[in-house]
């Protein structure tokens, strides 16, 4: 069955240092999201993304967030400058066109020093 | 603005009984309800959805219900077995800008005694 794949599953870093957080969706998907979980708490929504643009950003999501798709498999969540609120757990999700069903992938444990 | 609120936050039963979890949301425009259920140190895994369009959704042992007057929604499991123990989040999206969107609730860590 396809998966969405997250790599890598833990990624520690020291505060101020950029991250990539990388996803490969279902291959057939058009529509792709990155959301937070932080410890003990709610999964939200930080952006969400089609026909190679951003279609939605939360609060969350301001200048220091990013994210591309730069080859057509991959789907990239980039953090210029980290700070300590950051560590949280990052999943992707994709879904197929005219469905809502999002298939989550594994996440991406960040930890920020 | 959006949000969606999820009780309980715990919930204990023994196995062999039912459990019900309780999901308000505030997005009229929200069309589309999906429950996910979230194992340690994975990903959350859709379990069952439901469509505005739709009252009522059984699968096997788990049934969705929706309100959309109260703008309530509900997960309910019967005859519950130790796998099932696990936090359950329920969401909400909004038909709007097509986005896809999804409000997450709270969660509830569902723990079933054997």
């Known amino acids: 069955e396809p998966e969405v794949t997250q790599t890598p599953s833990h990624q520690v870093t020291q505060m101020g240092q950029e991250v990539i957080l990388r996803c490969v969706p279902i291959?057939?998907?058009?529509?792709f999201y990155w959301y937070r979980q932080i410890l003990g708490q709610k999964v939200e929504f930080l952006v969400s993304?089609?026909?190679?643009?951003?279609?939605?950003k939360s609060e969350i999501f301001d200048d220091q967030f990013s994210v591309e798709r730069p080859d057509g498999s991959n789907f990239t969540l980039k953090i210029r400058s980290t700070k300590l609120e950051d560590s949280a757990m990052y999943f992707c999700?994709?879904?197929?066109?005219?469905?809502?069903?999002?298939?989550f992938g594994p996440g991406t444990r960040l930890t920020v020093l | 603005g959006e949000n969606v609120e999820q009780h309980p936050s715990t919930l204990s039963v023994q196995e062999g009984d039912s459990a019900v979890i309780k999901c308000t949301y505030s997005?009229?425009?929200?069309?589309?309800f999906p429950w996910y259920k979230q194992e340690l140190g994975k990903g959350p895994q859709l379990i069952i959805d439901?469509?505005?369009?739709?009252g009522e959704k059984k699968d096997q042992r788990i049934a969705v219900t929706l309100n959309k007057t109260a703008k309530h929604f509900s997960l309910h499991i019967t005859e519950t077995q130790p796998e099932d123990s696990a936090v359950y989040f329920c969401?909400?999206?909004?038909?709007?800008?097509?986005?896809?969107?999804?409000?997450f609730g709270q969660g509830t860590t569902l723990q079933v005694k054997p």
């Open positions: 999700a994709s879904m197929s066109q005219g469905y809502n069903e999002q298939f």
């Open positions: 291959s057939n998907h058009l529509y």
């Open positions: 993304f089609y026909n190679n643009e951003i279609s939605e």
């Open positions: 997005d009229s425009a929200s069309n589309y």
């Open positions: 439901i469509r505005s369009n739709v």
């Open positions: 969401a909400a999206s909004s038909g709007s800008g097509n986005t896809g969107k999804l409000i």
